[in-house]
């Protein structure tokens, strides 16, 4: 007997048009028949998508009707995301769409991270509001890894950038350029945001958020 198809909703996530604006994911909201997919079959579901992050939800018991609870996982481009802003958010939208989820106010995502918390903006504007842990940001290890930073980023911005500081959280890097450089006008080549030092491949992907 063949495995039932899967449903999905591909979200453009902070979009204000309805077309070619935004940040797109795939939302899927698993059935009971696959609970127990392997991880690998994640990857290559989200490889079949191509987009910059799919949304994996596993419906859990909820507390009330008022507050949803999900297991979330976000995948990438071969990898299992830590963290994911605008898949997160686009996972929200699909389950609040829900006649289960017009119900309920708050959702409740266990993920990696820990439980995320989600809930409907008071005043039916149709907002939602993320609750996102705080993660620390630290300085780089050392003198060979910000060099290795700034010639990336000089790659994908141009020589004019000049950087007065790197810091990392998780997988991620906050890179503080010098205020005269027009950051907003710039032209970046995402494609030089992969290193082929291991310790930074992950970092200095293009962030899924």
């Given at each position: 007997?063949?495995?039932?198809?899967?449903?999905?909703?591909?979200?453009?996530?902070?979009?204000?048009?309805?077309?070619?604006?935004?940040?797109?994911?795939?939302?899927?909201?698993?059935?009971?028949?696959?609970?127990?997919?392997?991880?690998?079959?994640?990857?290559?579901?989200?490889?079949?998508?191509?987009?910059?992050?799919?949304?994996?939800?596993?419906?859990?018991?909820?507390?009330?009707?008022?507050?949803?609870?999900y297991g979330l996982r976000w995948f990438a481009h071969g990898v299992e995301l830590t963290?994911?802003?605008?898949?997160?958010?686009?996972?929200?939208?699909?389950i609040f769409s829900t006649l289960e989820g017009q119900q309920a106010n708050k959702l409740?995502?266990?993920?990696?991270?820990?439980?995320?918390?989600?809930?409907?903006?008071?005043?039916?504007?149709?907002?939602?509001?993320?609750?996102?842990?705080?993660?620390?940001?630290?300085?780089?290890?050392?003198?060979?890894?910000?060099?290795?930073?700034?010639?990336?980023?000089?790659?994908?911005?141009?020589?004019?950038?000049?950087?007065?500081?790197?810091?990392?959280?998780?997988?991620?890097?906050?890179?503080?350029?010098?205020?005269?450089?027009?950051?907003?006008?710039?032209?970046?080549?995402?494609?030089?945001?992969?290193?082929?030092?291991?310790?930074?491949?992950?970092?200095?992907?293009?962030?899924?958020?």
């Open positions: 007997m063949s495995n039932p198809s899967l449903q999905y909703t591909i979200v453009d996530a902070f979009a204000s048009t309805p077309f070619n604006s935004g940040n797109p994911a795939s939302v899927i909201i698993l059935p009971p028949s696959h609970h127990s997919l392997p991880t690998e079959s994640f990857h290559q579901i989200a490889n079949e998508f191509n987009l910059s992050a799919t949304a994996f939800l596993t419906p859990q018991t909820s507390a009330s009707p008022s507050t949803l609870r963290l994911c802003g605008h898949a997160t958010l686009a996972s929200a939208r699909v409740e995502f266990e993920t990696r991270r820990g439980t995320l918390g989600v809930r409907k903006v008071p005043g039916g504007s149709g907002k939602i509001e993320l609750d996102f842990p705080v993660t620390a940001l630290e300085g780089l290890g050392s003198a060979d890894e910000l060099a290795q930073v700034s010639e990336t980023v000089s790659a994908a911005a141009g020589e004019g950038v000049s950087i007065r500081g790197v810091r990392k959280a998780g997988l991620f890097l906050l890179v503080e350029v010098d205020p005269g450089f027009d950051l907003e006008g710039a032209v970046v080549d995402a494609r030089r945001f992969v290193s082929r030092d291991v310790s930074l491949n992950e970092m200095l992907k293009r962030s899924p958020v």
